[in-house]
């Protein structure tokens, strides 16, 4: 497997060497021990569980869970618009009849056309993204999606590098930093002729390690033999847990992008911690600070996701994790002090619970 960069080459040197660490795929509940055990200290040192809700007071929950990608893009004020991707959006009926063309409308006044992304307004690692090349299947998607629930439609962006942006500001007047840059990287197979997919999968030094998270998406093609040369793209979504490779990139957080970060987030209200999913033309335009547009931007449920790169080390990892939940509950108590409440805990559960249930039920990724 040949890892697009960024910059449309092969992954460095560092990470072809070491494909997937030891502690990458652990179980969740391995992995986040730790977390959980200082989230629980601060907590309990604080007083409320439910503290980082108050990171970011305008966004449902914090932006923890719940929350609305919608409702977090339309805060944004319009001198920071011309950063977004467009996007629409629509809420599906009662029944799949007449939601295509509810799309269509919306689609149109947007001046969006295909292909397109389509996605959950509610959700999170990339569950029930996918890339929609045309009606037919946009008609295909929405026939899959639960009832009565938001869908947001947003205009491809073609711009080949695509990364992760993580911001922390405390409250008051001084700016805010980057703490946290991550390169996403879409993994391909190529054909030698004669091998099935299957097995250009299972023989691959990373995928083969990882399967599950690519065999069930190809199920229908996998028998295929490509043809000697033809890249066979394993994963569209930018996510690590569904297959994307991850490459640290916080050495590339200059003056220039921080500033045209720091300007970003002072467009959205009260926004003081989150990550900025971006799509970038190269990566001289971002360093400079240009030529990059905004995905999605999320709150405090969201990683710096560099721990991911497979050249991690656990201790760095944890490091990293207990910085940024350190930030959310400091910064949090700093807003409660302001005036802004937390959820507290039986709200927050009530905001968990159905998108859990949602996230069961959206269409497959492709």
């Keep these: 497997m040949k890892f697009e960069t960024a910059r449309g080459a092969v992954l460095p040197a560092r990470l072809r060497e070491r494909p997937v660490s030891f502690f990458e795929f652990w179980p969740g509940w391995l992995f986040y021990a730790p977390i959980v055990a200082q989230w629980i200290a601060l907590g ?211 003056p220039a992008l921080a500033a045209a970060i720091e300007r970003i987030a002072r467009a959205l209200p009260e926004f003081h911690f989150g990550r900025l999913d971006i799509r970038f033309a190269s990566l001289a335009a971002l360093r400079r600070g240009e030529g990059f547009r905004i995905i999605e931007i999320n709150g405090a449920g969201s990683e710096a996701t560099h721990v991911w790169d497979p050249v991690t080390t656990l201790r760095e990892a944890w490091r990293a994790q207990f910085f940024h939940y350190g930030a959310a509950f400091r910064i949090a108590a700093a807003n409660r002090a302001r005036g802004h409440r937390p959820t507290g805990l039986r709200a927050l559960f009530h905001l968990w619970r159905p998108q859990r249930r949602l996230m069961a039920a959206y269409p497959p990724n492709d």
Aim: contains cysteine; proline residues 7%.
């Design 44 to 254: 309990l040192r604080h007083g409320d569980m439910s503290l980082p809700t108050a990171v970011n007071p305008l966004i449902t929950g914090g932006g923890l869970c719940g929350e609305s990608k919608i409702s977090i893009l339309d805060q944004v004020s319009k001198a920071g618009r011309r950063w977004l991707v467009p996007y629409t959006s629509l809420v599906t009926g009662p029944t799949s009849r007449g939601d295509l063309a509810t799309a269509e409308i919306a689609l149109d006044r947007a001046g969006i056309g295909f292909p397109l992304v389509a996605k959950p307004d509610i959700g999170c690692n990339g569950t029930g993204v996918r890339l929609i090349e045309d009606r037919d299947r946009l008609g295909q998607y929405l026939d899959q999606f639960p009832r009565r629930c938001g869908v947001m439609l947003q205009e491809f962006a073609p711009e080949e590098g695509e990364a992760g942006i993580f911001y922390v500001r405390e409250p008051g007047d001084g700016p805010g930093r980057i703490t946290s840059i991550t390169f996403k990287h879409a993994p391909y197979v190529t054909g030698d002729g004669h091998s099935t997919l299957r097995r250009l999968v299972l023989s691959d030094p990373r995928a083969g390690r990882v399967p599950h998270l690519y065999l069930p998406r190809l199920a229908g093609r996998l028998e295929q033999v490509p043809v000697r040369g033809e890249r066979v793209r394993l994963v569209f979504v930018g996510n690590h847990c569904k297959g994307s490779v991850f490459e640290n990139a916080t050495d590339q957080a200059t």
